[in-house]
DNA sequence: TATGAATGAGTCTTCATTCAT
DNA sequence: AATGAATGAAGACTCATTCAT
């Protein structure tokens, strides 16, 4: 009973702080963290400036658990690619796939990536947190790639070429959509690269 | 005889206005925008705060123009690729010539790339300056590649990739150095990679 | 019924109020009243923040409790004299048994005096309190005097005098420590001295 | 000229800082630390709040330079005795001279001394400052009375006692004004005190 | 032109007190 | 009676910009 009157209370409690977060994530991505205040984030999340400071050390802590909660959808989708959608004879539409899905995931904000990339070297937690996650990220798809066969064969680098192939293209595609660029040959032209990357890898 | 006794002057002046540009930059560059006070930037550049406002209309400003002055070496060096340096029959050594003077020519700062580029979406301006010299970085290196011989073929879409690929390479070469990486492969590779990108442009 | 049913929450009631009474009064003296918050009282009396608010009007009121029980022994010790260990005959070690416990009665914390003596000005309530128990103490003691034979003959003024000779020795001894002091010397002279003050008083 | 110039620039600015400590200290002393903000000590030294921090570090260097500039005519009044002005020969009219002047230069406000004391145990710094300062005054009045043919003979612990006796006389004059007590009496009572105390120091 | 002192709005954060449960 | 989450006013401090000299 006592159970059944708290659970609503911790539920509230937990709701109210992931709305900070997110109100606090959103804003910071959109605005910027310097121009983002408490008083913002407080209004947003639909709560107190005071109450924030219940739940978070400081406003660089809302951005943390942020970043930890929303980051790796948008810097690191790849860490979420479903082994059962990489397949090796149909590379091609894997790569789509993978390309689709991490364009699908920018909603937090399209200004995210570069407003706390910006933070890598200002921000040693940010730093560590994007070092941890590339490397996971690399060692994961590099796991899945031997899964489906592919031959350790410079694979890491690889990899990291290939990553920086995708998040390119999906950069581009998402932001800038500058006039003269065709996206659907250029998505073809990154498959078929990435391809090329690893003929030698697989057969 | 007004223009004899301003002459002198007006030199000094615009000496003093460089550096603040120049102090002003490289401060924002290394520590960011906002960790960086219009007093520290008089200081560095070895003027009264007063006197930064009569030469640039606010903070962003000083910025801005450092971003006009000194932004193409860091973020388009390849705006900078000497014609005669480049060729088609020893395309390695070209681009491996590309990728050396791209990681020298960080020098302003290690972080100036990610700071900056964090504030295209905050900043029209600059990002207005970012969706300029992209293009014409683009548009350079096509033009380049056709005096060279090659042929349009996606041309655009391919530049653009291979302008990602080098980016990336030394952007990892320059800033993360993850120890699991050889990097002497992966510009191998990544050579590999931007040849068979142009495969069907040239021959 | 009522009653009975009342009476163990009455008492688990006060033992609550005198926890909170008492761990706001230790941490105020330890750390200072504007040092010390009503979350950190409430936690150290294992109450709730909200509870605190049905004893006390405010924060101020935990504190006056607070001084009114437990101040007498700090600020006042001598109210406490035991009458049959005051001799005549033997002035020097009743003094000095004056002292000791003096000493030993600083348990709440060698903070307190100063901490709260500072509350005198910004604080009438507090300096009620001090003016109320000063004469007290001065009146008792002279009281203490008279019956053990001493002459009224300036006692009042001697009293005081008295009072402020053993509560510098004591607070000598216990918070300062000089390392030039020798305070069982000092004690001696203090004691002498005293002895002094009150030869006309008695024989 | 420049000089001639500048000179009152920084007479003012010497000035402006000045009021601050004076402003901050008093107002510190009146009504404390924690009940006295940065906005009142501004406004009440007649400058912006930004200045402040142009001068000071923080709120609490205000006060501790309040403390250095002011403190010593505060707390150790002694410090100042003039030598000309103590004579072993006339030693009543030299300690009442002594009160008076003590008792005439507790200016800034009546509730310096509880008020800061009260922070000895909290701050490090106001700690050392008082530390420091009671060792200079035992020692300069040492050497005072050993100059004016006093001899060593417990002189360190009985000079202690001294300032006691008349700390406590003047405290009683200054703030408490008892009704009950004969303050003419009681002055008379120290100074013979005192006389006793150093009864075999001297003749 | 040049200085650097001065301004004051704006920011993060704390905490006594209240209130829904 | 009790909880502890929530409030929001208040405070210390910063800094882009202005202004007296």
Redesign the pocket.
């Known amino acids: 009973m006592d159970d059944i009157?708290r659970e609503?209370?911790?539920k509230?409690?937990i709701e109210?702080?992931d709305r900070i977060i997110k109100s606090g994530f959103e804003l910071i991505c959109k605005n910027g963290?310097?121009?983002?205040?408490?008083?913002?984030?407080?209004k947003a999340a639909?709560?107190?400036?005071?109450?924030?400071?219940?739940?978070?050390?400081?406003?660089?802590?809302?951005f943390m658990e942020g970043l930890e909660k929303y980051g790796n959808e948008i810097f690191f989708p790849m860490l979420n690619i479903d082994i059962n959608n990489f397949s090796i004879d149909d590379f091609s539409s894997s790569i789509q796939e993978i390309i689709k899905s991490h364009i699908k995931d920018h909603k937090v904000s399209q200004r995210a990536h570069e407003e706390i990339t910006s933070m890598i070297h200002s921000d040693k937690e940010v730093a560590t947190y994007f070092y941890k996650n590339e490397l996971l990220m690399t060692k994961t798809i590099k796991e899945l790639l031997i899964k489906n066969g592919f031959k350790e064969n410079d694979l890491t680098e690889k990899v990291h070429i290939m990553i920086g192939l995708i998040d390119n293209l999906c950069h581009e595609i998402i932001y800038h959509k500058h006039d003269n660029m065709d996206y659907d040959k250029m998505t073809t032209i990154v498959i078929e690269s990435i391809k090329q990357l690893f003929k030698d890898n697989y057969q």
Chains 1, 2, 3, 4 share one sequence.
Do not use: C, L, M, W
């Not at 963290?33 to 407080?42: P, Q």
């Not at 639909?46 to 809302?62: A, C, E, L, R, W």
């Open positions: 009157i609503p209370k911790q509230r409690a109210k702080k963290y310097y121009n983002t205040n408490t008083a913002e984030i407080a639909n709560v107190s400036t005071g109450i924030v400071y219940q739940y978070f050390k400081d406003k660089h802590d809302i």
